[in-house]
């Protein structure tokens, strides 16, 4: 239980396009939902924190114009790199609150990798 | 503010020897701290969480850690490695007291474990 997925798992595009990633909690309602990036040996990192039906809160640094977060449901967040550049080559990864059996916790995502060339 | 520090970046131990990944951490409060495992291709599993309840914690597949408030320390062990216990390992904070992880969750570095036969 408390699954959550991501998709794509990996993704090449050029540089100036825009890419979608999704995450889904797959068996429970997420009334939020966290996006983190990781670069490389690097460790992971919260971009913003998005609330059904809300705008998401981004944390400093992270322009919420290029990340732009969608959380229409209870169980789907999207994120879209606008615009993508060879720097925003990483792995996003997404986490739900919510679980099962009155637990209330934050489960992630197998992540996505996003190369940018 | 609060942070996490993982002292080793790579751990390598033999199969059947005991592991120790080491966390220092810093928190204004009394923190709610956390130990993920990532398997490559897999999402994060928390592995354990200290909850104020107890000092020593136990968690999943034979791991414990020791909550050390003197020496805000929160190291992982375990007596005995296995193969599969091989992954990348973070320790993570949380600015939500009582060990819920659905706050803002900050991360260590992480710990690479090699598990040799």
């Known amino acids: 239980g408390a699954v959550v997925s991501q998709h794509p798992s990996w993704v090449i595009c050029k540089s100036g396009t825009s890419v979608k990633i999704e995450c889904r909690s797959l068996d429970f309602q997420a009334t939020t939902m966290f996006w983190y990036r990781q670069f490389p040996k690097q460790s992971l990192m919260l971009m913003a924190t998005?609330?059904?039906?809300?705008?998401?809160?981004?944390e400093q640094g992270v322009e919420k114009d290029k990340f732009l977060i969608n959380h229409a449901s209870l169980t789907l967040s999207t994120l879209t790199v606008t615009s993508a550049h060879p720097e925003d080559s990483s792995f996003y990864i997404c986490?739900?609150?919510?679980?099962?059996?009155?637990?209330?916790?934050?489960?992630f995502g197998p992540g996505t990798r996003l190369t940018v060339t | 503010a609060q942070s996490v520090t993982q002292l080793d970046s790579h751990v390598s131990v033999s199969e059947g020897t005991p592991v120790l990944l080491r966390c220092n951490y810093s928190?204004?409060?009394?923190?709610?701290l956390f130990w993920y495992v990532q398997h490559p291709n897999k999402g994060l599993q928390l592995l354990l969480k200290y909850t104020s309840a107890a000092t020593l914690v136990k968690g999943i597949n034979g791991f414990e850690a020791e909550f050390k408030k003197s020496e805000t320390s929160f190291h992982l062990t375990k007596p005995s490695a296995h193969m599969s216990d091989a992954a990348e390992y973070f320790c993570?904070?949380?600015?939500?007291?009582?060990?819920?992880?659905?706050?803002?969750?900050?991360f260590g570095q992480g710990t690479i474990l090699t598990v040799h036969p």
């Open positions: 998005s609330n059904e039906g809300s705008k998401a809160t981004y």
């Open positions: 986490s739900a609150r919510g679980g099962l059996a009155g637990r209330d916790e934050q489960y």
């Open positions: 993570v904070v949380s600015d939500q007291p009582g060990g819920t992880s659905y706050g803002k969750l900050t």
């Open positions: 928190s204004s409060y009394s923190p709610s």
